[in-house]
């Protein structure tokens, strides 16, 4: 029996979860800002879900699912993305006929078979969202702004963001044959990835990393060369309102992200402080994919970031929340007596908001103080024998030492542990 966690999944243990926690507190105070409702949907879909909307030729459909047969045989994959899920849920729960306009946001579990390493995991957690049903490019831009204005929360720096246009479906399909035709003289000298992908779907030579290749994709067409009017339009009006709002970007003509729904808008927030390979978040517009499902014509525009990298990004510049989980006081105690006090205190305590904790493990007076120390506990007790008869007591600030008397009731604790 193999008592550890399966490889690339990881426990988040208590002395972490105080950032996860921050992070993700702060998340859905950005969404409510923008004006994002939060969605949560099944860990597990219908395989055909992820592998027609993400695309069969992807790395994340062909190597990286999790997809096992459940008892009848149907074939289920664990998400390994959300904005498929979303849009099988917009669908499904006919949330266009309600309102076509949705803002969407949400935090959770994803899974990729991946190889683990840093930045990368097999159970990791995106945050994302997804704006549907308008084909505004100021939308585009809003769901760019939240990304910054996220980032910007923190105090992160560093930040680069990359964005492109890969037009709409005639688009690609141009830029696909431009690709062909680019690679045909190179292909035999490209690893065997690019060979199969040059005849399914050259778009996806682009998302290579292996550095024999390179060169190759650098000297690729970009693909905003081949834009037809709308789409080159659309384009030039997210980049003059990126310029507007002052949002800094860098146009880079290769990007085309690993997910085939994507269209128009694609872009990338990298950090210095990540491999160069990691994105902190990616997103783009997805305006054929509703309809994909079968639902109505109807555009869609999002993103999703990692959380554990932006938990990284936050400790490599000591940006993130520090604190411990707060306790505002500790009861120590001596004797059965002090024992049944305190918990009959602490239940009244716990009614008024105050955190409390005693010791359940019968120690000496000494070491429950030094566990009061371990706790970060603002306020220590001791109810002996004493405090017992006479229902007054000293209670002390952990950080100065100081004591101050105090009638051991709710009313008398909660004056001094409120007062700040
Ligand atoms: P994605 O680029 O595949 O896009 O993933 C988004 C982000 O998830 C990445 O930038 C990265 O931060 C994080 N991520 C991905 N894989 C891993 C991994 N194995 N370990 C740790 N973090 C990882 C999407 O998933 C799209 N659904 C984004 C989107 C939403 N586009 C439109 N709407």
Redesign the pocket.
């Known amino acids: 029996m193999n008592y550890r966690s399966v490889r690339?999944m990881h426990d988040i243990l208590p002395d972490e979860i105080t950032h996860w926690q921050r992070v993700e507190q702060r998340i859905h105070e950005i969404a409510a800002l923008f004006n994002y409702h939060e969605i949560r949907l099944p860990l597990i879909e219908h395989t055909e879900l992820f592998s027609r909307g993400i695309g069969e030729e992807t790395d994340?459909v062909n190597k990286?699912m999790y997809t096992f047969p459940d008892r009848r045989g149907r074939s289920l994959t664990l998400r390994?993305?959300?904005?498929?899920s979303v849009i099988r849920s917009y669908l499904e729960h006919g949330l266009h006929n309600t309102d076509p306009f949705q803002k969407l946001y949400y935090i959770g579990p994803?899974f990729?078979y991946?190889k683990p390493q840093r930045?990368?995991?097999?159970q990791?957690?995106?945050y994302?969202?997804?704006a549907i049903g308008s084909l505004a490019p100021e939308l585009d831009v809003e769901v760019i702004h939240l990304a910054w204005a996220l980032m910007d929360s923190f105090g992160i720096r560093g930040l680069s963001l990359r964005i492109n246009s890969i037009g709409c479906a005639k688009d690609r399909r141009r830029y696909q044959d431009a690709l062909h035709d680019h690679f045909s003289s190179r292909i035999k000298e490209m690893c065997p990835d690019c060979q199969r992908r040059y005849n399914d779907n050259p778009l996806r030579i682009l998302d290579c990393k292996n550095p024999h290749c390179q060169p190759h994709i650098a000297a690729a067409p970009a693909s905003t060369d081949l834009l037809c009017h709308d789409c080159a339009n659309h384009f030039k009006r997210v980049c003059q309102c990126l310029d507007e709002l002052g949002l800094p970007y860098e146009i880079d003509p290769r990007l085309v992200?690993?997910?085939d729904?994507?269209t128009r808008t694609v872009f990338?927030?990298i950090s210095t402080d990540l491999g160069a390979q990691?994105?902190?978040?990616?997103?783009?517009?997805?305006d054929g994919l509703v309809e994909q499902f079968g639902g109505p014509p109807t555009p869609?525009?999002?993103?999703?970031?990692?959380?554990?990298?932006?938990i990284f990004v936050l400790r490599q510049r000591n940006r993130g929340p520090q604190d411990k989980q707060r306790l505002d006081l500790f009861l120590a105690t001596i004797g059965e007596e002090g024992l049944r006090l305190a918990i009959q205190l602490m239940k009244e305590l716990r009614v008024h908001g105050v955190s409390v904790d005693t010791d359940y493990r019968g120690r000496s007076l000494s070491k429950q103080i030094g566990y009061a120390d371990q706790l970060a506990a603002r306020y220590l007790l001791v109810l002996g024998p004493d405090e017992v008869s006479a229902k007054t007591g000293k209670i002390k600030r952990m950080d100065s030492g100081e004591e101050l008397p105090v009638a051991i009731n709710p009313t008398g604790l909660t004056s001094i542990i409120n007062r700040r």
């Open positions: 690339g994340v990286e390994p993305e959300l904005t498929a994803m990729r991946e930045g990368r995991s097999r990791f957690h995106q994302g969202i997804e992200r690993g997910l729904y994507y990338e927030l990691d994105a902190l978040l990616g997103g783009g517009r997805y869609g525009v999002g993103l999703a970031g990692g959380m554990e990298r932006l």
